[in-house]
């Protein structure tokens, strides 16, 4: 059995076994292997090819940017439609749109009581903007205590612990809502963000032909005592890639409004000192259905 044309191949490494192994990852293991044998007999992809793609895999891991290529490539996204689709087809009520995490959160932002100024130390960069709301429960029972998780760029759409230049946990805070589940927060107007120049993933993205532009948007991870976490996002309306992101994240509903506000009457304590662009948003919870589900966890820290 030492000659083998590619199917007796590809059989035997998917069929070598000495002991049971996990039967799942066997599985799928063997039919990523399959596809990606049939890709490069039906491209007739060359040795030089193969190794390029094999080194180019490596800076990918390397350059840490595994996280950037899963959501440019739609994987983050179709995780999402498959979580809508299992809690319908589970006829569970349904809260505010999730939205992907993206590879940028970090757990452990500073905890804030109500409110908080989000954009402390970056005073002066962009637009004002005060966005408060509620956590509700699907029932518009509002969380109290819940935790609002909340992380956005910088003025020049970097964000911090990726970004050297700026310090730790910046535009990053978590936020305790009061007994009316109230929360609010100033910071500014973010830009967009773009993949990094130079690196694995743009590489990739210009043999594609594609942009790796994302429009404007706030992350959040929202939690409550008995209430399933939600990682979410708000966009801002009006940029250009709001219907073109190249992570293919903008949903209905999580568009927000913009409200011109002439006065800070209320929002004193928040050092609110001139116009500024207000957003509503109230952010309803599904019930968690386990401790697992109300636990407000990374994908990796869950994945773990
Ligand atoms: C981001 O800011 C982001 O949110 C995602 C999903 C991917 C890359 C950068
Ligand atoms: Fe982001």
Redesign the pocket.
């Known amino acids: 059995m030492s000659e083998l044309d590619i199917h007796q191949l590809l059989d035997l490494v998917n069929t070598r076994q000495v002991e049971p192994g996990d039967e799942r990852v066997r599985a799928i293991t063997a039919r990523i292997v399959g596809d990606l044998f049939q890709t490069i007999d039906e491209f007739d992809v060359n040795p030089d090819e193969f190794w390029a793609a094999t080194k180019w895999l490596t800076r990918l891991g390397q350059a840490d940017m595994i996280g ?1 290529i899963t ?1 440019g490539l739609g994987f ?1 996204r179709l995780l999402d439609i498959r979580e809508d689709e299992a809690d319908r087809a589970a006829r569970r009520a349904l809260g505010t749109p999730r939205a ?1 995490e ?3 959160y970090i757990a452990g932002a500073p905890l804030h009581q109500h409110e908080v100024k989000l954009d402390e130390g970056n005073e002066g960069k962009g637009q004002p903007l005060v966005m408060e709301g509620r956590v509700l429960d699907v029932h518009g029972n509002p969380v109290a205590n819940a935790l609002v998780d909340v992380w956005h ?1 910088n003025e020049l759409g970097r ?1 911090s612990h990726f970004d050297p230049d700026q310090p730790d946990y910046n535009l990053r805070r978590r936020i305790q809502t009061n007994a009316e589940g109230a929360y609010r927060f100033r910071s500014f107007l973010p830009p967009g ?1 773009a993949i990094p120049p130079n690196s694995p993933v743009s590489e990739l993205f210009s043999l594609l032909g594609r942009h790796g532009n ?1 429009p404007a ?1 706030v ?1 959040f991870l929202v939690s409550g005592a008995g209430k399933r976490a939600l990682t979410t996002q708000i966009n801002i309306p009006g940029d250009t890639f709001l219907d073109d992101d190249f ?1 293919f ?1 903008t949903r209905d509903g999580l568009v927000v409004a913009l409200e011109p506000v002439q006065s800070a009457a209320g929002y004193e304590s928040l050092g609110v000192d001139r116009p500024f662009t207000r957003v509503r948003f109230d952010f309803r919870l599904q019930d968690a259905l386990s401790e697992d589900e109300a636990t407000p966890a990374s994908r990796y820290d869950r994945a773990a």
Do not use: E, S, V
Request: charged content about 15%; hydrophobic content about 40%; aromatic content about 14%.
């Open positions: 950037l959501a983050d992907i993206g590879p940028l760029c964000y963000y994302r948007h992350h992570a994240a």
